[in-house]
Each structure stands twice: as C-alpha cells, then as structure tokens.
C-alpha cells in the first residue's frame, strides 16, 4: 500500500515538473502574444534628362580594327540611303536621337507585421508592392508580374506582393543573447561591403559590462545544389552555391568613440555564365567567376561636441578563378578556360562633419577603392590585376547621381565601383522648424585612367585620350517634415562628364545628365 502511494506520489511529482514549465510558458505565450506592423506608403515624380549613356554598349574585347571600319561606313550608309528614302516619301525621320528627357510617377507601399509570441519568440514577415509605374512600364518591361510592374489600367499588367522579411527571433533576455533565423536583412558598417537582403542565420551576444556586442552568422546568397538541367530526375550536382559568412565585433569603451571590427568571407562554387547585353540586346560581354574571398573592415566614429568623424578602411584578398577564351584577333571565341587570379585591394571611406550651429551643419566625404576601373587590354575585368578591389553585395549612396541607389540616375552603384573614388562637400541648412535645405559638391575619378585600347569609339584612332577625371555634379535636396508621420522630400542632381566617364562607356557623344524628383512619404 505504501509502495502504491510512493509510486504515484513519484510519479505524480515527476509529470509535475516536466509539465510545470509547459504550463507556466503557455501561460506566458497567453499573456505575451501581441501583433504590431509598421510601415510606408510613398508616391514620387521624376523628371529625368541626359544625352550620355549610363552603361557601356559595346564589348570590351580585342576586335580586327580594319573589318570595324568598313562594317562602321557601310552601316552609316545604309543609315543616310534609308533615311533620305522615307524623307522623300514623306515619312518621319528615321533617325534615333541621342538624348532623353521623361517624366513619369511611381508608388510603393511596404508593411513589416511583427508577431510576438513571447518574451521568447518573435516572427517577423515583411512584405512589398512596387515600386508601380502609373501606367505601366509600356513594351520595355521584361516581365509582367513581380513587385515593380503593374500600373496599367484595366490591370492588363498584374501586381505582385514581393517578401522582404521572414524570419523567427528567439531571444533570450536575460542573456542579452538572440538568434535570428530565415529571411533578414544583412548589413555591414555604413553598407560598404554588404546591405542586402538574404536567407540565414544571424546570432548576436551583447556583453554589457564591456560595452561589447558580438554578432556572427551565414547565409546562402544563392543555390543550384537542386538543379536537374540533363533532366535525367536526379539533381547535377550537390553542395553547389554562393555561401557567406560573417562576423562583427562592436565596442564602445568611451560614449563619443565606437568601434567596429568585422570580416566577411564569401565561398562561391557557381560557375554559370552571365551575359550582358546592351539596349539592343547584343551581348558584350561574358563573365564567369567562382572562389573565396574575403573582406576584413575597421570602422572608428568619434563625436565630439561639434566634431565628428568616421575613418573606415576594408581589406580584400583571396582567390577567384575567372572565365578568360582564348580569342583570335578577331575577338572570336576559340576555347573557353577559367583562369586563376589572386585579389588584394582596399577601400577607404572618410567622412568629417562639423556643426556650426544649431542651423547649420556643414560635412566632407570621400570614398574610394583600389584598382583600375572597366576593362583590361585582353577584355577581362580590370579588377582582376593590380591591386584591385573586389566588391561583394554593397548598397550606399555618396551623391545624387554618380554614386546612387535611391532612385533616378545612378551612374556607379556600389557593385560596381572597384577603381573609383568620389570626394565632395554638403551643408545641411535648417531654413525653418521642419525644413531642411541641403547642398552638395561632388567629384568622381578613376583611381587609375580606364583602357581604350580596345575600344570602338572613343580610342586613340579617333583622336581621343583617356583620363582619370570621370565628372562632378551638384546636389540641390530639400526635406519638409510636414507632419508627424508624413514626410516630403526634393531630390536633384546635375552631372557633367568627364573624359574618364566616355572612356570608361565607350562613347563621344553627349555630357550630361540631371535628374529632379519629388518623393511624398507616409509612414505609419
């Protein structure tokens, strides 16, 4: 009898403890659960003017100088003979011209919806629409669904909902300590080396008696370990894709001094081929890469009182294996081969700020890379050789045109802006309460002057000379905090090229580019 209740008594308070905290977490998860969102809606209109390129459109590689020629003369007399023809049929001019200058209005709406469970869990999904062209994109539009088409009346164009977060946050308060796992946003200091969205885990500790936060993780950039192109039912090959690891240390001993010490490792087994091709759809050039790389970067921001700084510098070395044919003088592909290179290049990033007064703040900036930008002589990347940089997913923006990402023009994105560097000067002016003017001065050059060599237009034959100096430009951009929760905003920029922005396109015509638009922007 005794035993009987010592079993049950055993056995009541072993399910005892093993439900107790069941009970008390769903208590807690009963308590806890809540749903937020947050977002912004935002409508813009542009206005848009060049009659400069803004990417090269001819190839890069070595070509037979006579054949150019003669096939060049007998395509601008086909041209004339055509266009004298319509001319005296009374048609419109068939000739194309060589500048732009559009207006059109677009619109987006994002929405991040934020599920808390528990002091424990979080689930966060992120999604976008847009940005919609009113009216659509017309016949240029490469496709008819996806979160920037749309627009059309009649919906003749569909809309899509693109996700731009969905990850699970498992926290552990008491520790300081999260782990975050599935879509995210991945960003490094100031966005110089990566600021892109991706799939993986993210794993961050904060060491609060030292001021310290450690911060690791992995994700997989892309993936083709489950393609099946013989189409034979079994997957071609496994462990194939585009891995990135990272880590980050962030310190601040003193409270107007941070640190931040950081590594990215890039490990990339894909070998497909991408073509680019031009706006008439020629492609011109060819590129295939796989390899490891690495990024190590050191970011030190001071703020004193009126003072402040930021001195930022990235190493980039490893080793890429690069898609280099064998060519005939013609330019005609005789075998394909991948060829080794070894990468060691850098990237400085400066910035100096200085508030004069309460109105008035005034701040110098410049960015640059090592490096040779464009093409080698043999049509391989120029970033290959000579100390070049490298980059790996970056997205920042120093002036409204040559270094952009926001909207409007964007000559250079951070992608590509390996051999560059661009300096300038910007005031941010209060005007009144809410308003704020900014103006800016700004110049790009090429660390090293691009080739021409193989070149088709702006070369040495036609009696030009390549250049270091890329262009400058002007910014004009206004902010009027209307409302709380309402924002508009006035962007511009007016760029004048340089003989290194012509060589770098390949062209001789035009010089400049500007660009004004209007952004009004809710946030809620």
Not at 37 to 52: C, E, K, M, P, T
Not at 274 to 289: H, P
Request: hydrophobic share 35%; aromatic share 16%.
């Amino acid at each position: 009898m005794f035993n009987n209740l010592s079993k049950k008594a055993y056995c009541f308070y072993y399910l005892a403890v093993i439900l107790s905290p069941s009970l008390i977490f769903s208590q807690e998860v009963e308590e806890k659960t809540k749903f937020d969102f947050q977002g912004n809606y935002r409508v813009r209109g542009f206005n848009l003017a060049r009659d400069i390129y803004t990417s090269r459109q001819t190839s890069a590689t070595p070509y037979d100088k006579g054949a150019f020629k003669t096939e060049q003369q007998q395509r601008n007399q086909n041209i004339a003979e055509t266009e004298i023809t319509e001319k005296l049929k009374g048609n419109p001019s068939t000739l194309s011209p060589q500048k732009e200058d559009i207006s059109y209005f677009d619109t987006r709406m994002t929405v991040n919806m934020n599920f808390n469970t528990s002091k424990y869990f979080e689930a966060l999904w992120g999604v976008q629409v847009g940005d919609i062209t009113f009216g659509g994109k017309g016949f240029g539009q490469n496709s008819t669904t996806g979160p920037g088409q749309g627009g059309e009346a009649n919906s003749t164009s569909p809309v899509n909902i693109q996700t731009t977060f969905l990850y699970l946050n498992f926290k552990l308060p008491e520790e300081a300590f999260s782990l975050r796992v599935g879509q995210q946003l991945f960003f490094s200091p100031r966005g110089r080396v990566i600021f892109a969205s991706g799939t993986g885990i993210t794993i961050n500790k904060d060491f609060r008696l030292w001021n310290t936060t450690i911060e690791s993780g992995w994700f997989v950039a892309r993936q083709n370990a489950q393609l099946d192109l013989d189409k034979n039912a079994y997957a071609d090959k496994n462990y194939v894709g585009t891995n990135i690891y990272f880590y980050k240390i962030k310190t601040s001993f003193f409270n107007n001094v941070k640190h931040e010490l950081y590594s990215y490792f890039l490990d990339d087994t894909i070998k497909s081929i991408e073509k680019t091709t031009n706006a008439k759809g020629t492609v011109i050039a060819l590129d295939s890469e796989f390899g490891q790389l690495f990024w190590h970067g050191f970011m030190n921001e001071i703020n004193l009182s009126n003072f402040g700084f930021v001195v930022h510098g990235i190493y980039n070395h490893g080793t890429v294996h690069v898609l280099e044919p064998y060519q005939d003088n013609a330019g005609n592909v005789l075998y394909n081969r991948f060829s080794r290179h070894n990468i060691s290049g850098g990237m400085l990033d400066l910035q100096f700020s200085y508030r004069y007064s309460e109105n008035f703040t005034f701040n110098l900036i410049g960015v640059g890379t090592t490096g040779r930008p464009g093409f080698d002589k043999d049509g391989t990347r120029a970033n290959l050789r000579g100390g070049g940089y490298k980059t790996l997913m970056p997205g920042y923006s120093i002036s409204n045109i040559g270094h952009d990402f926001t909207g409007g023009y964007a000559l250079f994105s951070g992608k590509d802006s390996s051999g560059l560097y661009e300096y300038g000067v910007n005031g941010d002016f209060v005007v009144y309460g809410p308003l704020l003017l900014t103006l800016g001065y700004y110049r790009l050059y090429g660390t090293k002057s691009p080739y021409i060599e193989n070149n088709r237009y702006f070369n040495f034959d036609n009696g030009y000379k390549t250049s270091t100096f890329f262009g400058h430009e002007v910014n004009i951009n206004l902010r009027w905090n209307a409302f709380r929760d309402m924002q508009i905003l006035m962007r511009s920029g007016y760029f004048i090229a340089g003989d290194g922005l012509k060589a770098y396109l390949d062209t001789t015509y035009g010089k400049i580019l500007r660009e004004f638009f209007v952004t009004a922007e809710h946030r809620f």
